[in-house]
């Protein structure tokens, strides 16, 4: 089910309000142009998804260790990076089968694999420091090398991906084994040069910051300025430099001086991507504060506050629980946030804070399940989102392994399913449907049969192409749309 709010300001006579609801609209037709002229992107009911690759093990016991906890595309969509809950980062890289036709369907194979973070104690506070990978971000690509900043509970650190395809030989103090050579036996000096070798990919860690949180870090976002980025917890945001790592800066502090006062906690934070001094920072209360760093060195003050008001009619025991927004994303062009809470999507306009834009029911038959959701926890399930390259059609999660889709141009939307059964080479997908009470159809499933263990909440989505990556478990799934 999609849901289109009509802005309130359609009923009102200020130009300045008709003109933001004029420009949505406008927005709109001119996201539908592009996805036709140029396919990239496009809506989820124009596109037939197919299956193309699925990595990981078929066991059904799965380690605790190779659960995937991120998923994240570099900005060309070149590689693509996982990193699990043992600590490891996986990255794969897209060959294209046929290089005179670059258009036509690739694979992503592995690039790198390396251990980020491991397992640490804080023998001050008793804590065990679990090495399960929160967050990747890839930082812009500058040279032939590939950055990218990894994140636990407490520490971030910087790696670089690099290639080696040569070796140095010709040395004249050592043997080619390492062993150094007495300088008195050389009698003639040797010119060092480059024997081509196999290609090495070599991960080694450039930075490392650490001690700036004291709870669980849950983001981290890369600044458009390319020399900062934000790290957020449940109570801070802070503020680095690449190249320092002594030191940071809090930016945002909710801490309350008694912590029984403590209402709410900081559930995700993005910088915008191309105003570096404007972030973003959501709260399991349901609301996004937007703030400007140029207004204070500290934040607290925001900037702009979006918040919808809460439909009485649907108040309930668990309205706070399923309000908590588990991921906040900015468009590619900057105009517009998407939010996610437990039962769906929302759409903000940046210039408009009463409410939504849009809003999309991700799995809104759940809402007579939600006091069986709470008892076995899936209620705090935290699903991500993500765009599609040009902002027309937005993903995101659920259960029973499946995915959803909504066209916002079309508005239309579609869920299918990552399964091993639909794991044929280049087998289309077929929508799912749900049935929420009465008879059900054929190719419906009940939603009393839905499996509450199985759950995408990870997903992205490539910068370019209609390719997707979505994590099941311990099983990462890459769809790409029908080639003719």
Request: with cysteine.
């Amino acid at each position: 089910m999609v849901r289109i709010q009509a802005p309130p300001s359609l009923l009102n006579s200020s130009s300045c309000q008709i003109c933001n609801v004029n420009h949505h609209a406008i927005d709109i037709l001119i996201r539908n142009c592009h996805s036709a002229i140029s396919g990239t992107g496009g809506g989820s009911n124009d596109v037939q998804w197919c299956f193309s690759q699925v990595k990981g093990a078929i066991d059904d016991d799965v380690a605790e260790a190779d659960i995937i906890s991120t998923v994240e595309f570099n900005h060309s969509g070149e590689l693509l990076a996982t990193g699990d809950k043992g600590g490891r980062v996986v990255i794969f890289q897209q060959e294209i089968e046929n290089k005179s036709q670059p258009q036509c369907r690739s694979e992503y194979n592995v690039y790198s694999t390396f251990q980020s973070h491991e397992p640490e104690f804080d023998y001050l506070k008793s804590l065990e420091i679990e090495e399960k990978i929160n967050k990747i971000r890839w930082l812009p690509q500058k040279n032939a090398a590939q950055f990218l900043l990894s994140t636990n509970d407490k520490t971030i650190k910087l790696w670089k991906i690099s290639e080696r395809d040569k070796r140095l030989e010709g040395y004249n103090l050592k043997e080619e084994d390492g062993r150094c050579i007495d300088p008195n036996t050389v009698t003639a000096l040797r010119v060092p040069v480059f024997r081509p070798m196999d290609l090495m990919v070599e991960a080694s860690p450039r930075r490392v910051f650490a001690n700036a949180h004291t709870y669980h870090i849950n983001s981290i976002s890369i600044n458009s300025d390319h020399e900062t980025y934000l790290s957020a917890d449940d109570l801070r945001i802070n503020l680095w430099h690449q190249e320092i790592t002594d030191r940071s800066f809090n930016i945002v502090d909710i801490k309350p001086v008694n912590m029984e006062e403590l209402t709410e906690v900081i559930t995700a934070a993005e910088f915008h991507p191309n105003q570096c001094n404007t972030f973003v920072y959501s709260s399991s209360k349901g609301s996004i504060r937007l703030c400007d760093m140029r207004a204070s060195a500290l934040c607290d003050k925001h900037s702009k506050l979006f918040e919808e008001p809460e439909d009485p009619s649907n108040r309930s025991f668990f309205s706070e629980i399923i309000s908590s927004i588990s991921d906040v994303k900015f468009s590619h062009n900057g105009r517009y946030m998407m939010t996610r809470d437990y039962l769906s999507v929302k759409i903000w306009d940046l210039n408009m804070e009463t409410r939504p834009v849009e809003t999309f029911q991700v799995h809104e038959y759940l809402r007579s399940k939600l006091c069986s959701l709470y008892e076995n926890d899936c209620i705090f399930d935290k699903f991500e989102c993500c765009w599609n390259g040009n902002d027309s059609v937005v993903m995101t999660g659920s259960y029973n392994n499946f995915f959803r889709m909504f066209d916002r141009g079309q508005r239309r939307d579609v869920t299918l399913e990552a399964s091993r059964e639909s794991s044929k080479p280049r087998q289309v997908l077929k929508p799912r449907k749900v049935c929420a009470g009465g008879k059900r159809k054929k190719d419906e499933i009940s939603v009393d049969s839905l499996d509450f263990n199985k759950k995408i909440l990870h997903t992205a989505w490539h910068p370019q192409d209609n390719i997707i990556a979505v994590a099941t478990t311990n099983n990462l799934y890459i769809f790409q749309d029908k080639v003719n």
